[in-house]
Nanobody, 124 residues
Framework: VQLQASGGGLVQAGGSLRLSCAAS????????MGWFRQSPGKEREFVAA????????MYADFVKGRFTISRDNVKNTVSLQINSLKPEDTAVYYC??????????????????WGRGTLVTVSS
């Protein structure tokens, strides 16, 4: 599966963005999907994940209700709605996929496919 993230940009603190990840292939619903982010000088960290059917979702603790992950298995997309953006949310956001379910929902080594990422910059 090939992944392409989009929707990043420059936004003021307190604003919102909706990131989208488009996937190729006809078996998208068979893939567990995740969002990760990486800030300069930091390791890539888990943000959110969603099961193939969209029933189960998982979030990092720092999300605290500001982020919502969703998927559309007809359009082959997974989205990340980010509200109340903070400067510390500045990062490149990556979508990732694993067939059936990741070996580790919360770890980068749990996923087999990665998109190129989209940059989110939050100004104070």
């Amino acid at each position: 599966v090939q992944l392409q993230a989009s929707g990043g940009g420059l936004v003021q603190a307190g604003g919102s963005l909706r990131l989208s990840c488009a996937a190729s292939g006809r078996t998208f619903s068979s893939y567990g999907m995740g969002w990760f982010r990486q800030s300069p000088g930091k390791e890539r960290e888990f943000v959110a994940a969603i099961s193939g059917g969209g029933i189960s979702t998982m979030y990092a603790d720092f999300v605290k209700g500001r982020f919502t992950i969703s998927r559309d298995n007809v359009k082959n997309t997974v989205s990340l709605q980010i509200n109340s953006l903070k400067p510390e949310d500045t990062a490149v956001y990556y979508c990732a996929a694993a067939l059936y379910r990741p070996r580790d929902w919360y770890g980068t080594n749990g996923y087999d496919y990665w998109g190129r990422g989209t940059l989110v910059t939050v100004s104070s």
